[in-house]
């Protein structure tokens, strides 16, 4: 079964940075679409950050040169670095991940449980 785990979240002074990550186990997977949203409360869920495999990435406009998403193939981990935060960025992170197992091919659309991010002084 597929497993997506984040991790790197936590509390941080405005203008400070984090990375965030986003690992996938329990099978080789071949990622398509990668994706970073975030909740705050008594918010919609948007989407901070997105990449496919071709490279193609789409950002937020208030996240726009401030954060990047990457990914490390080999580990089949995604990533999105956080620079210059602001209290706006506080949040409840959550990765989706999108593509398909390696070996049989077959499509998987898995959600991370959501890592914690407070910008406050």
């Known amino acids: 079964q597929v497993q997506v785990v984040e991790s790197g979240g936590g509390l941080v002074q405005p203008g400070g940075s984090l990375r965030l990550s986003c690992a996938a186990s329990?099978?080789?997977?071949?990622?398509?679409?990668m994706g970073w949203y975030r909740q705050a409360p008594g918010k919609q869920r948007e989407l901070v950050a997105l990449l496919t495999s071709g490279g193609y990435t789409n950002y937020t406009d208030s996240v726009q040169g401030r954060f990047t998403i990457s990914r490390d193939n080999a580990k089949n981990t995604v990533y999105l670095e956080m620079n210059r935060l602001i209290p706006g960025d506080t949040a409840v992170y959550y990765c989706?991940?999108?593509?398909?197992?390696?070996?049989?091919?077959?499509?998987?659309?898995?959600w991370g449980q959501g890592t914690q991010v407070t910008v406050s002084s």
């Open positions: 329990g099978i080789s997977l071949d990622l398509n679409v």
């Open positions: 989706n991940l999108k593509g398909k197992t390696t070996f049989t091919r077959r499509p998987y659309d898995s």
